[in-house]
Structures are given as structure tokens and as C-alpha cells.
């Protein structure tokens, strides 16, 4: 069964950096797009980013874009996102998402949650 | 950005109720359209997507149906283990994913 273990997760200053890893397993990881998607406290499901099965084609959600950064490393079957410049709005539960067909997620992991606060 | 609106945001319901929850896009999305269940503490589940296509494993009362901008997803007869959150997602523009602002089935 797939399996997508998210870690990196804790507390952060406004304006400091996080790094998240997403542990995949089960299934042919270098064939597949990746996401990441939050979910604020008390709010709904919003898309991070995206990375193509490659690594060619990257994509961000304009609230990240040019403070975040997706990569793969394919030799380990691990998803990251790379995260500066923190602020209290980034604040949520971090999920990363298998690519089943075009840009829709069969498999998810349970998340980890990132709290960004002085 | 594609906007998604859910209506409606709560609703309640008992076991064995046909369970209907709308999702409008602001443009259309042709039938690029998936539903999620989500429980608190929990990865998220995909049901349908394509619109209307069951994912494998999920039971056969769920369905969904529609096209361009107006969906439904509808839960023939709830079951106790249905009592969650569920979202839409556009992924029409797939460079720009975007979600609906969930609908929770609680228990009436």
C-alpha cells in the first residue's frame, strides 16, 4: 500500500526557515507528480506546489512563490519544500499528495504541522 | 484562479439520508473535477474524480455528476462512517490548483 510519511514539522519564527520531507514508499516514486497542500487551523485545503515526476516543471501557489521551493530526490523517495521567509499566515498542517493522472491526489500523507509564532 | 464555492458549508443529517453537497466554479472547469473525505487527524481520501468516476475502493454510495461549472456529490445513504468534511478540487487549470471551502456532514 502507498505510504507518504511527511516530517520537519514544528515552531518557527516569523522570518525564519523550515524544511519538510515527505517519505514515499510503495509505489514507483520517480514516476509520479507530487504536491504539497495546507490546511490552516480551522480552514479548508489549499495547493502548495507541485513538482512534475522529473523534476522539470515546478508550480506555486502566488502566496509561496519566491519563499518556497519544491525538490525531489529520487535516490531516496523523498519530497521536500524548502520553506523561508515564514510568516504567522503559513501557519497550518503540511500534507504531501501523489499525482494520480493530471494534478488530482490519490494518496496522501497525514501531515505535519507547522506553526510559525514568535 | 479558478474560484470554488461549496454550499452548503454544515449540513446535518442522519443515518440513511440522501446526502447532496453542491460545488460551482467560477469558470468553467469542463469535468476536471475531484471530491475528497477528510477526518480530523487524517489524510485526506479521494472518492471521485473525473467528475463522476468512483475511485477504486470506494463505496458505490457515493457518486458525482455534473460538468463546466455546477457539481454535485451525493452520498445515497449515509453510514456512520461518512461523517466528515468533504472538498471539491478544480484541476482544469493545473498550473493553479484550487479547492472549495469544504462542507462538514455532521451527525443531526
Not at chain 1, 510519511?5 to 510503495?26: F, M
Not at chain 1, 515564514?86 to 501557519?91: H, N, Q, S, V, Y
Not at chain 2, 487527524?41 to 461549472?69: C, D, H
Request: glycine share 10%.
Amino acid at each position: 500500500q502507498v505510504h507518504l510519511v511527511e516530517s520537519g514539522g514544528g515552531v518557527v519564527q516569523p522570518g525564519g526557515s523550515l524544511r519538510l520531507s515527505c517519505a514515499a514508499s510503495a509505489f514507483t516514486f520517480s514516476s509520479y507528480g507530487m504536491h504539497w497542500v495546507r490546511q490552516a487551523p480551522g480552514k479548508g485545503l489549499e495547493w502548495v506546489a507541485f513538482i512534475r515526476y522529473d523534476g522539470s516543471i515546478k508550480y506555486y501557489a502566488d502566496f509561496v512563490k519566491g519563499r518556497f521551493t519544491i525538490s525531489r530526490d529520487d535516490s531516496k523517495n523523498t519530497l521536500y519544500l524548502q520553506m523561508n521567509s515564514l510568516r504567522a499566515e503559513d501557519t497550518a498542517v503540511y500534507y504531501c499528495a501523489k499525482e494520480k493522472g493530471v494534478s488530482f491526489f490519490d494518496f496522501w500523507g497525514q501531515g505535519t504541522l507547522v506553526t510559525v509564532s514568535s | 484562479d479558478i474560484q470554488m464555492t461549496q454550499s452548503p458549508s454544515t449540513l446535518s443529517a442522519s443515518v440513511g439520508d440522501r446526502v447532496t453537497i453542491t460545488c460551482r466554479a467560477s469558470q468553467s472547469t469542463s469535468s476536471w473535477l475531484a471530491w475528497y473525505q477528510h477526518k480530523p487527524g487524517k489524510a485526506p481520501k479521494l472518492l471521485i474524480y473525473k467528475a463522476s468516476s468512483l475511485e477504486s475502493g470506494v463505496p458505490s454510495r457515493f457518486s458525482g455528476s455534473g460538468s463546466g461549472t455546477e457539481f454535485t456529490l451525493t452520498i445515497s445513504s449515509l453510514q456512520p462512517d461518512d461523517f466528515a468534511t468533504y472538498y471539491c478540487q478544480q484541476y482544469k487549470n493545473y498550473s493553479r490548483l484550487t479547492f472549495g471551502g469544504g462542507t462538514k456532514v455532521e451527525i443531526k
